[in-house]
């Protein structure tokens, strides 16, 4: 059994940065590639950045592009989103996700492993 706990979220002033983490439990060889995604409430969940299982590949969505970076420490079984110059629009609550592959997929039916997900404000 794999669990995956992320902490980082809160409220933060328009232009500000959070750094999320991910905490990887259990069978951490049953998680390889990582990723992030976010969604709010009545909408689809949706693909924000993933990172290969050696951190050595990164895909991140365009409208993140320049301000969310991705990256893991896998000697502590972490995987993190630092994410500056946040809008508004940010606001959602964001979810690590893991499956067994090397690379990411921007799909979120390809990830077999999931966190409870953060919540991340934005205010104006």
């Known amino acids: 059994q794999v669990t995956l706990v992320e902490s980082g979220g809160g409220l933060v002033q328009a232009g500000g940065s959070l750094r999320l983490s991910c905490a990887i439990s259990?069978?951490?060889?049953?998680?390889?590639?990582m990723a992030w995604f976010r969604q709010s409430a009545g909408k689809e969940r949706e693909f924000v950045s993933g990172?290969?299982?050696?951190?050595?590949?990164?895909d991140v969505a365009e409208s993140v592009k320049g301000r969310f970076f991705v990256s893991r420490d896998n000697a502590k079984n972490e995987a993190y989103l630092e994410m500056d110059i946040l809008r508004t629009e940010d606001t959602d609550i964001y979810y690590c996700?893991?499956?067994?592959?090397?690379?990411?997929?921007?799909?979120?039916?390809?990830?077999?492993?999931w966190g409870q997900g953060t919540q991340v404000t934005v205010s104006s």
């Open positions: 996700a893991g499956n067994a592959r090397h690379y990411p997929s921007q799909s979120e039916e390809d990830y077999t492993n």
């Open positions: 990172i290969s299982y050696n951190g050595g590949y990164t």
């Open positions: 259990g069978r951490t060889d049953y998680v390889a590639a």
